[in-house]
């Protein structure tokens, strides 16, 4: 935690812009989607890992994406997330899979 | 034993206390799985007068006096039922939960309404009295942890009335409990229209310390008799009557750090400015122009950030809010002796403003949703408010811009918390010139005179 103190003044000091910690989400290889849930698989109310179909808006595509987040899981047990629901999905191919990365609903106003 | 770990002690034991009620068993489940689950009357059997108070209270109304705002009625209640802004341009009255108009393009037409977030069943609606609202009172959507949310729907009645869906099954009221922070989530992640839109308010262990403690709403806005304790957000203005703030002695007081140059700050500096230094959410949307969506409904156009990734804008508040058509924000002055700096997320929207008196119009989101019509939008709004001549009102209204300032209260941070640097040096996060510093208390301000040999100290301890 000192650490984390003494390194933020560094920076701040020398630092362009401070509390620059920049936009945090875009690391890796990450593809962006928008499509509507086919099908939704989890195996139960202890399960860590769920599959969901989306057919890609763009595309009309089915696209197979896996989800590990515990937030997103729990929204698919006590279905808040429903199939028919439309989604903003980013993930990244990690072994193949394409692993959720975020998996949010677009409702409007 | 130093006074972190009693701290860490007391700490573990509140903890240990807090998970030991929240396994116990709710002693009402025993009855409730004989009888069954028919509703508040289920609970009031043992909690008697619980749902009738529920219904004066700000989660039924949507609405309460409000008495720090500029411009309104002391004597009448605002709120999200009758409020007109531009986080969204309508309000519960012009917005009434309905079917829209069928698209256009597809055929299909879909239930929209911005009372879906009220805990009644919408035949008893925002602010209605009486039995039958008691007896629509959703207690399961803030107290079970067992919801099904495939329930909590609007559909049509065999009358052809709109009805909001709950869960009522005994199944769900066996889960019975203190709020989570999901219960509390189900509509408050989705305030201002989706999840983290309005202040990229997000609870998790990533975003929030509290979160990552283990706390949950509750744990701050402690509740009696359904009364729920708020803050002075300048955009959310009903409330119960009861506060809460993050320097109430009961949480940390006015001197929770070590650090006495930290403590010397809180006279001037509100708490959230060092502890909440990012925001996030949608940042701009233009309700003059609605894109279509490829379910070739339309939404309002909207510009948008994840929960961390603004800066706030930080300005002196008191408590009391400037409230005119094209502002919504925080009053106060360096020299009131009441104010602090305090941050806040800024969002501009576009709406439409009336010719004649240059008030800001409200919107109803049925037509617009349904084929982009906007105009047509503010014509319904208008004739559901009873203005006079609301056609030309609605032909000649004109597009115009509101900037509002949101209250920053959650995303707290202790590792990346504000330190002398961040504000003191030239390029610090703080305008001291708008904030009404004369340039001689600027360069004073600005100089590392004042917090160099501090932390210089604390650079050499940790290497």
Same mark, same amino acid.
């Given at each position: ?109 | 034993?130093?006074? /972190? ?6 700490? &573990? ?31 009031? =059997? ?13 989660? *039924?109304?949507?609405?309460? #006096? ?14 999200? $039922? ?15 939960? $309905? ?7 597809? +055929?299909?037409? $879909?239930?929209? +309404? &911005? ?26 959507? &803030? ?38 922070? $999901?219960? &509390? ?7 201002? +229209?989706?999840?983290?839109? #309005? ?68 006279? #001037? ?20 122009? *609605? ?12 510009? /948008? ?10 300005? *002196? ?41 240059? =008030? ?16 047509? +939008? ?86």
């Amino acid at each position: 935690m000192k650490k984390a103190v003494s390194v933020m003044v560094l920076v701040a000091v020398a630092a362009l812009s401070i509390l620059c910690f920049g936009s945090m989400a875009s690391a890796g290889e990450e593809i962006k989607m928008v499509g509507v849930i086919t099908k939704i698989e989890i195996a139960g109310p202890d399960a860590k890992t769920a599959t969901a179909t989306l057919k890609d808006n763009k595309t009309e595509q089915p696209v197979v994406i896996t989800v590990n987040d515990d937030l997103t899981l729990d929204k698919f047990k006590d279905h808040r997330i429903v199939e028919g629901d439309e989604i903003r999905c980013k993930y990244e191919v990690i072994d193949g899979k394409n692993v959720s990365k975020l998996f949010r609903k677009t409702a409007g106003c | 034993m130093s006074k /972190k770990s009693v701290t860490a002690v007391v700490l &573990c034991l509140a903890l240990a206390a807090t998970a030991a009620l929240a396994a116990s068993e709710h002693p009402g489940k025993e009855s409730i799985e004989k009888s069954g689950y028919k509703g508040p009357e289920t609970c009031e =059997e043992c909690h008697p007068g619980t749902a009738k108070a529920f219904l004066d209270t700000v989660h *039924w109304k949507h609405a309460s #006096k409000v008495t720090n705002v500029d411009n309104i009625n002391p004597k009448l209640e605002y709120g999200m $039922k009758n409020r007109i802004y531009v986080m969204c341009n309508g309000n519960d009255i012009v917005n009434n939960l $309905k079917e829209i108009p069928k698209s256009p393009v597809t +055929g299909k037409s $879909k239930f929209s +309404g &911005c009372n879906t977030c009220h805990p009644g069943n919408h035949l008893s609606d925002v602010g209605s009295t009486g039995p039958a609202a008691a007896a629509a009172v959703d207690c399961l959507v &803030c107290h079970s942890t067992e919801y099904d949310f495939r329930q909590r729907k609007a559909f049509k009645n065999e009358k052809g009335e709109v009805v909001m869906g709950q869960d009522r099954s005994t199944k769900a009221a066996l889960a019975i409990g203190k709020p989570t922070v $999901k219960n &509390c989530m189900v509509c408050h992640e989705a305030a201002g +229209g989706g999840v983290i839109v #309005k202040r990229g308010f997000s609870f998790t262990k990533d975003t929030d310390a509290h979160a990552a403690k283990g706390m949950v709403c509750v744990d701050c806005h402690k509740t009696k008799n359904h009364k729920m304790p708020t803050g002075h957000d300048p955009n959310n203005w009903a409330n119960d009557g009861v506060f809460l703030s993050c320097a109430d002695t009961s949480c940390h007081g006015v001197k929770p750090h070590k650090d006495a140059d930290l403590n010397r700050h809180s006279a #001037k500096i509100a708490c959230q400015t060092c502890h909440i230094p990012r925001t996030g959410g949608a940042f701009a949307k233009d309700f003059t122009v *609605w894109e279509q969506t490829p379910d070739k409904f339309y939404e309002p156009t909207t510009l /948008k950030k994840e929960a961390n990734e603004t800066t706030p804008a930080y300005a *002196w508040y008191n408590g009391t809010v400037k409230n005119t058509p094209h502002f919504i924000g925080p009053k106060g002055s360096r020299k009131d002796g009441k104010s602090k700096i305090t941050p806040f997320k800024i969002f501009q929207g576009r709406a439409y403003y009336n010719k004649q008196t240059g =008030e800001l119009l409200s919107m109803d989101f049925a037509q617009p949703m349904s084929n982009g019509d906007t105009r047509a +939008g503010v014509l319904s709004a208008a004739k559901t408010l009873g203005l006079k001549n609301p056609e030309k009102i609605a032909k000649e209204a004109v597009p115009g811009w509101q900037t509002i300032y949101f209250g920053s209260n959650h995303l707290v941070t202790k590792t990346k918390a504000l330190y002398c640097a961040n504000c003191h040096a030239p390029n610090g996060v703080l305008n001291f010139k708008d904030l009404g510093y004369s340039d001689k208390e600027i360069v004073k301000l600005t100089s590392p005179e004042l917090y160099m040999e501090k932390v210089a100290k604390k650079q050499k301890e940790e290497w």
